[in-house]
């Protein structure tokens, strides 16, 4: 079955204690991307990747790192949490120029 | 003003209603415009894509475009229980995605 997924799909923590929020596709899509989305913003997009080893920022990048060393694979790490990062985040991919697609999503809570 | 516009809703309807959920945007940029629909708990799923001003209709569910207006809607027909969801609209020129806040839609039996 064609999917993004994420793990884990809930997580406490607290302010400072590193994490990663693992993300796979099994669709072969060379984009992939990460959204944090709160009540009243919508979807923000945090980091981005065109290809392996090709990142951007998007549109809230502060506090969050990505690396894209497989075509598979795009992990979120969060170096020290704060409680302004507790949120709902998505991990989607795609083909070039098409929509996306979207895990299940991992609600992070940072005390 | 934000880029993309949605009416948070919520919007509550009885079953078998026609349902019009809409959009408004600034980035006279946008090409390509979509419909996911996200249910509790789960991601955002693709609906609706459509390039362009126009109509595009799939069972239930017709998206149209109007680019000259910058606004595009999402109408759902004979609506069920089922589609209680939020649906956020999205558009996109070349790479670059922005997202309404999304519309919470109840249909109730």
């Known amino acids: 079955e064609a999917q993004v997924t994420q793990n884990p799909r809930y997580l406490i923590t607290v302010t400072g204690k590193k994490l990663t929020v693992t993300c796979s596709q099994n669709m072969n899509h060379e984009y992939m991307s990460w959204y944090r989305q709160d009540p009243g913003l919508g979807l923000r997009q945090i980091y981005y990747s065109m290809n392996v080893e090709v990142t951007d920022k998007g549109d809230v990048p502060e506090g969050y790192k990505v690396s894209r060393k497989e075509k598979r694979n795009f992990p979120l790490i969060l170096e020290s949490p704060s409680p302004n990062q507790t949120s709902l985040y998505f991990c989607?991919?795609?083909?070039?120029?098409?929509?996306?697609?979207f895990g299940n999503g991992t609600r992070l809570t940072v005390t | 003003q934000k880029e993309v516009e949605q009416d948070p809703g919520p919007l509550s309807v009885p079953e078998g209603a026609i349902v019009s959920l809409n959009c408004t945007y600034s980035n006279s940029a946008f090409q390509y415009f979509m419909w996911y629909r996200q249910y509790s708990r789960k991601g955002p799923e693709l609906l609706m894509y459509t390039y362009s001003s126009g109509n595009k209709e799939d069972g239930r569910f017709t998206a149209q475009v109007d680019k000259s207006s910058k606004y595009i809607s999402l109408f759902i027909r004979d609506s069920q229980p089922s589609d209680s969801a939020t649906y956020l609209c999205a558009m996109s020129a070349q790479n670059d995605m922005r997202f309404g806040a999304g519309t919470r839609l109840t249909v109730k039996p």
């Open positions: 989607a991919s795609s083909l070039a120029g098409s929509p996306l697609h």
